[in-house]
């Protein structure tokens, strides 16, 4: 995957979600009580409102996200869990930034060391590897020259920075726009009352100097990653490579 990976493993989660559906669940059961802990109203609380639209994407009973939100905001008890972000290397050197939502620390590691040591990768100290990276907004709009939604694409850009927007890109049949962290609710907010669909707005961490590597260490990257999907612990993951 590529080093803003996130979409593409999203993409790729919804087609073995049969199979990942628990520990899926509890990814985004975290993700809801974290959000959940800056107010229980998805309408005042942004980071909210993203994590019960990706809840509902996968399918997530009502009544789970409902218990998810109640033990962010206190009215159910239980052990909470906590944004922990690791650093590690993977194989040949490979630069891995790994977030988790966890209510056990100890048990996140450790899991995180087997699954890295199989790889011939570890974790690493505090900064050794974010430098490389930058944390930005990234908002994917699908097919925005052919679906109808946008009459003048250059007219659209030029609204799109005038928002807030840092930097607009065409991939493939997707166009990717960059914001700073703290302008990501504000674009978002901006493109969707022009009654644009948003299909993926998130904060990523995107590697500033992007690394090409061979195709047996892509292939043992991909492998790691399918197991840092299947960790119930692990909610995204970004690497440096091209």
């Known amino acids: 995957m590529s080093g803003h990976s996130k979409w593409a493993k999203l993409k790729h989660s919804k087609g073995a979600l049969d199979a ?129 939604q946008i009459a003048n694409l250059e007219d659209f850009q030029l609204r799109a920075i005038e928002m807030g927007a840092e930097d607009i890109q065409e991939e493939d049949d997707e166009l990717v726009i960059y914001t700073k962290m703290e302008d990501l609710q504000k674009v978002k907010e901006g493109i969707e009352k022009e009654g644009i669909k948003i299909d993926y707005a998130e904060l990523e961490w995107l590697p500033k100097d992007p690394v090409k590597v061979e195709e047996s260490i892509q292939n043992r990257i991909d492998n790691l990653s399918a197991e840092l999907d299947e960790d119930p612990d692990i909610s995204d993951y970004y690497n440096n490579i091209k």
């Open 20 to 148: 990942k559906k628990s520990a899926m669940f509890t990814k985004y059961g975290h993700a809801l009580t974290v959000a959940a802990r800056d107010g229980g109203d998805p309408i005042m609380n942004f980071k909210l409102r993203m994590a019960i639209e990706k809840a509902r994407e996968i399918n997530m009973p009502k009544e789970n996200i409902e218990r998810s939100i109640k033990r962010g905001t206190g009215e159910l008890g239980g052990v909470k869990p906590e944004d922990v972000v690791y650093e590690a290397f993977g194989p040949s050197g490979v630069a891995l930034v790994i977030e988790s939502l966890t209510d056990n620390k100890a048990r996140t590691a450790g899991s995180l060391r087997r699954i890295l040591k199989k790889y011939d990768g570890s974790l690493a100290g505090q900064n050794a590897v974010l430098w490389m990276f930058e944390h930005r907004g990234v908002i994917r709009i699908m097919n925005p020259p052919t679906d109808g």
